[in-house]
Every structure is written in structure tokens, then in C-alpha cells.
């Protein structure tokens, strides 16, 4: 009963992180591994940032760490800065990793808010080494130096999206991944059940398999095409329905961190590689014209255009199922976030992991596939509730788009994680987030929601034993963060592309 062949639809990065990892853990145990692409589609990306689970990913895979860098011409990432999403003039840092080393009985930043009513904590942000490393444009990827410190630090990478691809099907190829470079003209399925039977070809080839996963893009010629599995529309909590991207000449110091600056109606993404700077502005199309939107993030780059600017459109939200019969669907095919928060690789990442650990053989039991949709429906929810913070926490008012945000009706589950930090201070904690309390006190804090109390635990140390704890902390990191090579002295030592 078990798999006898697996098909997979598109190359990309997700059809490509796919292969590679199948050919890692089944070789040709369970038939062969088959990645059909069309040579007229081309990578949507100019640059991927990612986060720090594509470590792991790496790692699985046997990848070393700096000839990945050297091969994909990519760089260090610490965390991402936020320009003007608050209000015009206020910018943050989410950084990977925790806010210091917790005092006694409660997290570190009850004890800053205790301090913070004092007006004594400083900014929160200098609690953070990846936040003060990367403001200081330094950077790590082995050891933070200071043993205590270790634990807090973390880091990804940017990388060019298109050479990852690559890179990955060499991969694959090399250990048995059969490629074929054609059209899908039908899909075809079985009478008996509606399950997919097989590809045919504008070859006139036909390709049989049992698992066929889909990584055809925002199309899902296979999950929505063929088995009309349906979609759910987010559009009303994230309204951008367009982007448009474009290269740019690298300009200034080797940046640490991807940063994304709040527009009139949307965001613009700077992404920082070796030999140059991916850029888009992700934008609602009822608020500004296409035209519009490229003028604007032409005049807002570092250096000279590479290209033409690229368009997109899309909607945002995500397949009713994920696994839908015989079909998986990964990346575009999936659902659609905007990569405010760097999540579309890790998303394809846990749709993947998922896979290899409910791996199906031919009985396709259906008690596998609700557990799979269970768990990947709830990621893409926790993570829209992420990206849905920051739009919704906004004092804007200076363009139609911000006022929306700020006034429009949010998902429940957002909504009580808003009212529990404003109330006490505290985080909601639920089962398997990409998202933990590091991440949402980066937000909240840096988009101005604040709480009315600390916790009471935080009154059990001496106000004075806090007080010098704290400023050791922040001394401590800053040493530490002073002490890391420069970014661009760190690419040059370990991974410079030639």
C-alpha cells in the first residue's frame, strides 16, 4: 500500500525545498520523485528574507551554512525595522530571538514596565542583542560571545530567491529527482473517487502518480483547478491586493536586518543581498494606481534600478484545505500572506515537515489528512493574526488606508490577545506558534499598545536589585554587540560570492 510515485507541480522555491527534501528522507523508496516546471514561469522574487526556522530547514538537508550564503549570494538577517507604521516618525525593531535573560519570577519586561512607570527602563529595544547589533550594522552566526547571551540570539538570512531555487534543484537532481520542463494541458481524474490519475503533457507525455503536491502558484492548477477546493478571502483584514518589486544597486553599509517603511497605501520591503538590494512596495489598489505605486518605490531606493519594475496581484488568505484528496498544496497554491513578517518560506517550510511527519501511503486515510488541514489551517490563522497587528495598531490617520486599519473590525482571537497585553502586560500562549511572546512584545511595544499594570510578581525583588540587574543587562549586551564583526567583514570572511 505504499506510495508509488510522487508528482510534483512547479519549481520555484517551494516545488524545489519539496523535492529536495523528499529525495533527502525517501530516496526512491517510494517511487520516483518527479518536478514538472514550465519553462515560461519565471521566480516572483527579487530577494527572500526569511526567518530563523529555515536554519533547520538547512540543516536536514545537510547544507553548510556559508557555502549556502556564497551559492545564493545572501546575507546575515537579525530581525526586521519598522518605519512609520505607528505614526510618521516612529520606527521599531522585531528582532529574532528574546529580550534578555529573565530576573527571578516573571519575564524581563514586566520588570522594564515596573521601571518604565518610574521613567527609568530606557527603551526596551536595548534589551535586545539582536536589536543592538543590528542597529550597530554587526553581526553573529555562531556564538553571541557571552555564555548568558547565547540563548537570546538568533538569526536568518536574505537571500536571491531565484539562485536558492536553483541551488535546491541541483540538490534534488543529485540524488535522483527527475525534472521535465513542460506544460500541464490536463489534469486527469479518477471517476471512482475524484482523486487526481495523472498529468498529461503538451508533450504528450503522461505522468502517473499517488501524491501529487501542488506548487503551481496563485493558479492551484491542481488543489483549485482540478479539485475546487475553495478559498478563504482575508482581504478584509489585509486590503493590499498588489505589489510591484524591483532591484536596485546596493548603496551605503551592508544592513543586518530587512526593513519595511509604511507608505500611504501599504509598505515598502528592503532587502539587502551581496551584490544588490531587493525592493517592492506592497499596496491596495483602491487607494493608489499601479502607476502610482512604481513611481513612488522608484523614488524611494538606495541606488540606481536594475530591472523594470515587476507587478503582482493577489488576494490574500488561504485554501479552505491544504490537503485536498491525493493533492498537497505548498507556497502560492497554499494561500497568500504578505511577506510583512518574512513568512512565506516558513510556511512552505511547515507544509513540508507536516507532510514527512502524516506521510500518507495509498489508503490516503482521512483521518490524516483532517489532522494535516487542522494543523497548517491553524499556522496560516496565528500568523494573519500577526500580520493583522500591525496594520490595526496604528495612531495614522494621514491616508485613507490607515484610517481604515485602525477603525476595521479584527479576528476575535487577535482581538483578545490585544486586551490581555493591554489589561496586565501578559501574552496569550498557545499550542505550536511560529509566534511567541518575544515576538508579540516586539510589536505591541513598538506599535504603542501598552499595558495599564505589570504583573504583581514583579514587586518581589527590591525596586534597587532591579534597577542594577537591568543596567547591567544593557551594558552587557551592548559590550557584546560591540564586539561582533561588521556585516559586510563577516560576508568577506565567510561566504563572499565571487
Known amino acids: 500500500m505504499n506510495i508509488r510515485g510522487i508528482a510534483i507541480l512547479g519549481g520555484g522555491t517551494a516545488g524545489w525545498m519539496a523535492a529536495a527534501i523528499l529525495a533527502r528522507r525517501l530516496g526512491r523508496a517510494f517511487g520516483d520523485i518527479r518536478v514538472i516546471e514550465s519553462p515560461d514561469i519565471g ?149 471512482e473517487d475524484g482523486f487526481i490519475r495523472a498529468l498529461q503533457l503538451d508533450d504528450g507525455q503522461r505522468i502517473e502518480a499517488d501524491l501529487f503536491i501542488d506548487c503551481s502558484g496563485f493558479r492551484g492548477l491542481l488543489i483549485e483547478g482540478a479539485l475546487k477546493t475553495g478559498y478563504e478571502d482575508w482581504t478584509g483584514w489585509l486590503p493590499c491586493d498588489r505589489a510591484v518589486a524591483v532591484p536596485c544597486e546596493s548603496a551605503g553599509v551592508l544592513t543586518p536586518f530587512t526593513r519595511s517603511t509604511a507608505r500611504s497605501a501599504g509598505w515598502q520591503w528592503r532587502i539587502p543581498l551581496q551584490h544588490r538590494i531587493g525592493n517592492g512596495y506592497v499596496y491596495c489598489s483602491r487607494f493608489i494606481s499601479d502607476d502610482e505605486a512604481a513611481a513612488t518605490l522608484l523614488a524611494n531606493l538606495d541606488g540606481a534600478p536594475r530591472a523594470e519594475p515587476r507587478f503582482l496581484r493577489f488576494t490574500t488568505g488561504r485554501r479552505k484545505k491544504f490537503w485536498n484528496k491525493n493533492c498537497i498544496a505548498l507556497g502560492l497554491a497554499a494561500g497568500f500572506l504578505e511577506p510583512l513578517e518574512s513568512t512565506s518560506i516558513h510556511l512552505i517550510q511547515s507544509g513540508i515537515t507536516q507532510l514527512a511527519a502524516i506521510f500518507p501511503d495509498r489508503s490516503f486515510d482521512p483521518h490524516d489528512t483532517e489532522e494535516y488541514n487542522r494543523l497548517q489551517l491553524d499556522e496560516y490563522d496565528k500568523v494573519r493574526d500577526f500580520v493583522v497587528l500591525h496594520y490595526k495598531a496604528t495612531a495614522r490617520d494621514d491616508a485613507p488606508l490607515w484610517r481604515y486599519c485602525s477603525s476595521m473590525p479584527i479576528p476575535e482571537s487577535l482581538m483578545y490577545r490585544i486586551h490581555l497585553f493591554r489589561s496586565s502586560g501578559r501574552v496569550a500562549f498557545q499550542d505550536r506558534e511560529l509566534f511567541v511572546e518575544p515576538n508579540w512584545l516586539s510589536v505591541f511595544i513598538g506599535q504603542d499598545i501598552l499595558p495599564g499594570r505589570y504583573d504583581p510578581l514583579a514587586d518581589v525583588l527590591a525596586i534597587d536589585s532591579v534597577r542594577s540587574q537591568l543596567q547591567r543587562l544593557r551594558a552587557l549586551i551592548r559590550q557584546t554587540a560591540e564586539a561582533m564583526p561588521a556585516h559586510a567583514d563577516f560576508i568577506a570572511e565567510h561566504c563572499l560570492s565571487q
Open 43 to 191: 521566480i516572483i522574487g527579487v530577494g527572500e528574507a526569511t526567518i530563523p526556522p529555515i536554519r533547520v530547514f538547512n540543516q536536514a538537508l545537510g547544507i553548510d551554512e556559508e557555502e549556502f550564503l556564497c551559492r545564493t549570494r545572501g546575507t546575515i538577517k537579525l530581525g526586521i525595522e519598522f518605519k512609520d507604521w505607528a505614526r510618521i516618525g516612529r520606527d521599531y525593531f522585531h528582532p529574532f530571538g528574546a529580550h534578555g535573560t529573565s530576573l527571578e519570577q516573571v519575564s524581563l519586561h514586566q520588570d522594564w514596565l515596573k521601571l518604565r512607570r518610574l521613567g527609568e527602563a530606557g527603551s526596551f529595544e536595548e534589551y535586545s542583542l539582536n536589536t543592538v547589533a543590528a542597529r550597530l550594522g554587526r553581526v553573529c552566526a555562531g556564538s553571541a560571545g557571552d555564555e548568558d547571551l547565547s540563548s537570546v540570539f538568533a538569526h536568518a538570512f536574505h537571500f536571491d530567491a531565484g539562485l536558492y531555487a536553483q541551488y535546491l534543484r541541483g540538490y534534488a537532481l543529485a540524488r535522483g529527482v527527475v525534472r521535465m520542463e513542460r506544460k500541464v494541458v490536463e489534469v486527469e481524474l479518477r471517476s
